[in-house]
Structure formats: C-alpha cells, structure tokens
C-alpha cells in the first residue's frame, strides 16, 4: 500500500501507473493530492491575484527547454506528462483520495475529474479542509475513512 500527501500523492500515482510496479500495489491512499500541474499552476496563480492568463502562459515556460532554462531549470518540464486527468483511464490499483473542499493550492475539482473518469477503483472522500489538513479538521473521521477503506481492500481469508 502507497501512500503519499500533496506531491507525494503524485509520486505514489506514478508509481501506480507504472506496468512493472502497479501488480505490487495492492492500494493507494493520496491526501491532497496534486494530479494535474496545469489545475495547480493555475489555482495559485489566482491565489496570488494574478490574471486568468498568467497561468496559461506559465506552461510553455516549463515545458520548452529553452524558456525553462530563462527561468533557470535545468530541464524542460513536461506538465502533460503529469496529468493525471489524462492518465486516470489507466489507473487499475484500488485508490482513496481524502481532500479538503477548501483546498487552494492543490484543486479539490481535479480529485473529483479523476474520481468520476475511474470511479470503480478511485474513492474520494471530502473533508471541511485546506490543503493537506483534512485529518487536522477532522482525524477521528479521518482515521475511520482510511481505516473502513483499507479493511475493504485486505484480501480475504
């Protein structure tokens, strides 16, 4: 079982999608999750008050080498290859997204996208939270989802 907050959320879904790897996750757990860059770059551009279009034009500036390197990365990043909205159709492990509804840095929406593309394997569970502070707001609750979900996962007999 892999769990992972915020970015490591993003890094137990990678693992998860991976062909050699997936067949020995049996479950994810993901608090906050972050699983679409581009959801992300533009929800804290708002968050910082900057214009609707200031978080479109921040994707080129990662994805191209040269612009990435103007702004001091070694490399280009490629946002699309970290959707997860794009890759939730092969997403196959038995999934638990916990997230707060209040969530700024890291949209609650994107949970629920991926949840409703896989939803025989993805469960979402809100909470009345920030990021990353769902069992903060509520741990009794906290704990008793992820613990109900994980007996649902263990494999009888």
Known sequence: MLFGWSMGGTIAAQLA??????????????????????D?????????????????????????????????????????TMSYKQWAADLRVPTLILHGDHDDPAPMSTSTVVRSI?????????????????WNADSSGWRQTVRTWLARQAPSG
């Open 118 to 134: 896989r939803h025989d394997v993805v469960e979402l569970n809100l909470f009345s939270a920030g990021h990353t502070l769902s």
């Open 40 to 80: 992300v770059i533009l929800a804290n551009c708002a968050r910082a008050g900057l214009p609707g279009f200031a978080g479109s034009l921040a994707a080129p500036w990662l994805a191209r080498r040269t612009f990435a390197r103007l702004v001091a990365l070694p490399h280009s990043i490629p946002l699309e």
């Open 17 to 38: 999608l991976k062909p050699d790897l997936a067949p020995h996750i049996a479950a994810l757990v993901l608090d906050s999750p972050v699983l679409d860059w581009h």
